[in-house]
């Protein structure tokens, strides 16, 4: 019985490997890099650490793209994902080209599209 258990739970953890995690643990990540990027923005010795926190919120989303929120048009979903990933991107050179002022413009667009995607599909 209890090797049955310890099965079931190496299985359990093999399928969340292979599927990963779902769209709402993926959020909470993205949200912990932004959290950390929000408050460090305009200190531009973090910038290069920055930009490599927004490449891995850019993976989230790329992953995030492909997971169905439960309500709303999943197409348009797809749409406005996109349309952040893109703006990440910018965001991404921004730091790296130390464009404090370019970030703080960019930053204000990533928090009007989070509260867009939250209005629709949260
Ligand atoms: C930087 C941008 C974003 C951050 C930091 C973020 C963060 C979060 C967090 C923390 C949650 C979990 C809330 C909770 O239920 O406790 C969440 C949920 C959700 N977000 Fe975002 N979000 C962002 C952008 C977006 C965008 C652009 C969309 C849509 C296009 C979106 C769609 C959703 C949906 C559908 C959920 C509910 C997931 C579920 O419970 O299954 N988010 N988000």
Not at 78 to 87: F, S
Not at 93 to 105: M, P, R, Y
């Amino acid at each position: 019985m209890k090797s049955l258990m310890v099965l079931v739970f190496l299985i359990s953890l093999s399928l969340q490997s292979a599927f990963g995690q779902s769209l709402k643990a993926n959020m909470e990540s993205a949200n912990s890099l932004f959290k950390q990027i929000s408050a460090t923005m305009n200190d531009a010795s973090r910038n290069a650490s920055n930009a490599a926190e927004i490449n891995k919120m850019v993976s989230l989303f790329e992953k995030m793209k492909t997971q169905s929120p439960d309500s709303g048009s999943f197409s348009e979903y797809q749409t406005l994902t996109q349309e952040l990933i893109m703006v990440l991107k910018d965001l991404e050179s921004a730091f790296l080209a130390n464009d404090n002022a370019k970030v703080q413009g960019l930053m204000q667009k990533v928090n009007s599209l989070k509260k867009e995607g939250h209005d629709k599909y949260k």
